[in-house]
Each structure stands twice: as C-alpha cells, then as structure tokens.
C-alpha cells in the first residue's frame, strides 16, 4: 500500500467551515510537503464567512482577504461544497469514512447572553442578528429591528460593539454606495434612533476597540460623542495599564475619550455616549424593552487582570432597543466532543480530545479572540499538528470528494461547488452596478440557487 501524503494515496482533509481559519488551514496544507485534497464543506452556497457576513459594509479594506482565499480556492486539489450543514446533511461519521482527517473551523456561531431578568423582551437583541441582517446573511434575513425607538443601548466595548453603534449613527447617504443590504439600507434609512449608549463593565483603560474603530465613532456626518470626564478618572492600577509600552492600543484610546471628553459636542440629529464601570442587572418594560437597569461598579485586582465588581448602586437608562455584544461561543456538533463551558471543542494544539482524526482551528479551537489575520497563525499551526500525527492515520487510501459526493446526491441535496458560487458573485456585483455598489447581495438561500438556474 503506498505510504499516506503519496500521489497515489494523498491525504484527504475535509475543512468544515470557509471562513479565514479554513482557508488560512487550507493554504497551509497545500504548501506541505506532502499530496493533499481538501474538500470545505460550508452549510451556506457562499464562502469567506465573517469576511463577507461580519465585516460591516463601510470596511471594504477589510474584506480584501477574499482575493488571497479566491486565489486557493484554485489551487488543484481544492473543491468547496457549499450549501451542506455537517451533523445535519451528513454526519461526522460519514464524514470520517470518506476523509483521513475532519479539520473544524467552524467559528463560534452563537453569543453569549447577559443572564438578566427581562433579555427576552422584545426589543432586546444579539450583535450577531444584527451585523447578520444589515450585510445580508441568510439566517437573519427576515429579523425585525423596531427603529422607531429613539434610544439604543449596545452592551459591550470591543469592535462589533462599535459596528453596531455605527451603522445605527450613520446616515443613509453614508452608506448607500456600500454592499449594505438593500432591506437594511431602506430600514436604517427611516431610522428614528437618535440616541446611542456604549456600555462597558470596566473602565476606560480596559475598552477593546481597536484605535480606528474607535476613532470613526467621532467622524460621523450626523453623530455627535458624549463622555463624561469624570468616568474617564483612573485608579492606580488601570493608570499603570496604560503606562505600560505594549499597551499602545488602550493608551491611545484612553487619548481619544480624553479629546472627545474635553470638546464640546457639535449639535448634531445624533448622539453617541459613553458610559464605564456600569452593568445591566436588569431590563424592563410593559410587553416590550423600555428601561436597561444597571448597577455601578468598581475595579478590584492587579493591573491586567482587573475584574469588575457591583458597587449596590443603580441607575436607569430609558431605551428601546438592545443589542448586547459581550463576546461568541461555539455550538456542538454530533459526534465532536464539546467544551459547553468554554464554548470550543476541547483540543491539544488543535488536535480535538479523544477523538484521533478530528481537528480545530479558529474560534472553535481558542475562542473568540483577535482579529482576520491571528488566524493564519492558528491554522498554521493545527496544520503542522496535522502533519506531526500523519503516521497515527489509518494508511488505507480513502475518496474523499469522490465518495462524498455522490452520498450527498443520493439525499436530494444540491451542492453549490465553487463555480456555482463564481455564479451568484458575478450577479451580486451586476446587481450592485446600478446602485453605485460593489455588490447587491442575495439574502436567501432560495435566492442563490435559483441564481444558478
């Protein structure tokens, strides 16, 4: 039998998931030293995951990683079969018998909830659903947004937070000639927001925005920033964080709230406010959200590792809309042991415990940490711990896309390969033309298939 990695036995990797990680993991099992096929399985008939459903349509600098994944998606040994949920079309046991290895890159899907009396009013939202409706995912397509609320509060300090409170401040002219979803771009349009309200648990010191995303709040045509300086008052600790060299990022937001504090606010139709040190205990109101309680906090512990304790003291914010965006965890799939706690699959170096042949990669491996391009050097690296157990695998030759294929035929499913999806791009960017976008998405699974009729 010819050794596994050979031409006539090559390695056949099944990626589930297309987002960065699966192509960053792909990319990295072409350029082995070894023969190798990969087949990503995507559940959706389009690829690039949080780079075309994620990030927020006024960032198209940031979607330019989909030029390097289009280019591996050409690499010969490469097929995409989309339009195919793992655990539900096929299962991880088929999935195992087709392929030597079953890499999982499948994000972290679901936020994390606040676990406070009252989150399931209406009116009380994920980041997620939101991000997901206005760039057009499929799954959140048809969510209702109540815009005629003229106060929101977005619970969370990191950068969808601030995606979120962007696209709210926004104007309709500013984001016309983005890929905005049309539904999304008419009901913002109406919007009657005119309130937005930034909530973290800590202080100034301890906000993840990064600098530019921070910065852009303030550049808005139609939104004004309001902070209040004496939250922007430090305790020792928090200070020596900021004084510290590898923590330019905070040190220079702490520079931005400074400014924003200490200038007037332009009168605007809009405002965005800052609020530190506070978190919702409860939300309330008659058959819908109409008040956020939150209790006041200090800091306790040493620097980097500052936890936010409840003072007792409450206050209320009238509101009728909230989004909470306090971090994403991974859901299992049958057949892959779970971290429900940690919301990952539990791994060593990417290679999934007790469960030789299965590996992770990105979200589902670390967590919901870093930005498009840490998960490179994640993938790179369950990658090489792939390539480390290559003589643990069964050397018996397996057929990959050949025997996956025609399973999935044999259930009715219609796979969308990867020049189906060149397809539904090419009319998404038709549709945009005479819009002055670069793309007018298709919402709808329904929509994409019919496209390639």
């Not at 998931?17 to 192509?23: E, R, V």
């Not at 006024?58 to 990683?65: A, E, N, S, W």
């Not at 304790?309 to 909230?322: A, I, S, V």
Request: glycine share 10%; net charge positive; charged share 25%.
């Amino acid at each position: 039998m010819s050794a596994l990695g050979s031409r006539s036995n090559p390695l056949r990797v099944a990626i589930v998931g297309s987002g960065p990680s699966g192509f960053y993991a792909a990319e990295a099992l072409f350029k082995a030293e070894h023969a190798i096929t990969v087949d990503m399985i995507e559940r959706l008939p389009a690829p690039f995951g949080l780079v075309r459903s994620g990030v927020a349509p006024d960032h198209p600098k940031l979607k330019q990683p989909i030029q390097v994944y289009e280019k591996i998606a050409q690499t010969e040994g490469f097929n995409f079969i989309g339009n195919v949920t793992v655990g539900r079309d096929v299962s991880v046991a088929e999935l195992r018998a087709t392929h030597h290895v079953v890499l999982f890159t499948c994000g972290a899907e679901t936020d994390r909830k606040l676990g406070v009396s009252g989150e399931g009013l209406p009116g009380s939202h994920t980041a997620t659903e939101f991000v997901g409706w206005y760039n057009g995912h499929p799954d959140y397509r048809d969510r209702v947004f109540d815009l005629r609320q003229e106060a929101a509060v977005v619970i969370g300090q990191g950068n969808v937070a601030a995606d979120v409170a962007r696209m709210l401040g926004k104007s309709a002219a500013e984001l016309a000639t983005t890929d905005i979803a049309e539904h999304a771009l008419e009901a913002l349009a109406a919007s009657r927001v005119r309130e937005i309200h930034l909530i973290g648990r800590r202080g100034p010191a301890q906000a993840k925005f990064t600098n530019k995303e921070l910065r852009e709040l303030g550049e808005l045509t139609n939104c004004a920033v309001i902070v209040n300086p004496a939250e922007l008052q430090l305790n020792s600790e928090s200070a020596a964080e900021l004084a510290d060299k590898n923590n330019y990022t905070a040190a220079r937001n702490a520079e931005i709230f400074h400014g924003w504090a200490q200038s007037q606010a332009s009168a605007k139709p809009r405002r965005i406010a800052f609020h530190f040190l506070a978190s919702p205990v409860e939300l309330k109101g008659e058959g819908r959200l109409q008040r956020l309680v939150l209790e006041k906090n200090r800091l306790e512990g040493p620097s980097f590792a500052q936890t936010a304790k409840g003072t007792g003291e409450r206050f209320e914010l009238p509101c009728g809309l909230l989004f909470r965006s306090i971090g994403y965890q991974g859901i299992p799939i049958p057949g892959v042991p779970f971290d429900a706690r940690r919301g990952i699959f539990p791994n060593d170096k990417g290679s999934i415990t007790d469960a030789p042949g299965l590996y992770a990669a990105g979200w589902i491996k670390r967590g919901p940490t870093g930005i498009i391009g840490t998960n490179r050097a994640d993938a790179v690296a369950t990658v090489a711990t792939v390539l480390s157990d290559l003589e643990k695998f069964t050397p018996a030759t397996k057929p990959g896309a050949a025997g996956l294929l025609p399973l999935l035929a044999r259930r009715g499913l219609k796979v969308v390969g990867y020049s189906d999806w060149q397809q539904i791009d090419a009319q998404e960017v038709q549709r945009g033309e005479p819009k002055g976008k670069p793309r007018e998405k298709f919402t709808r699974v329904a929509e994409m298939l019919t496209a390639l009729q």
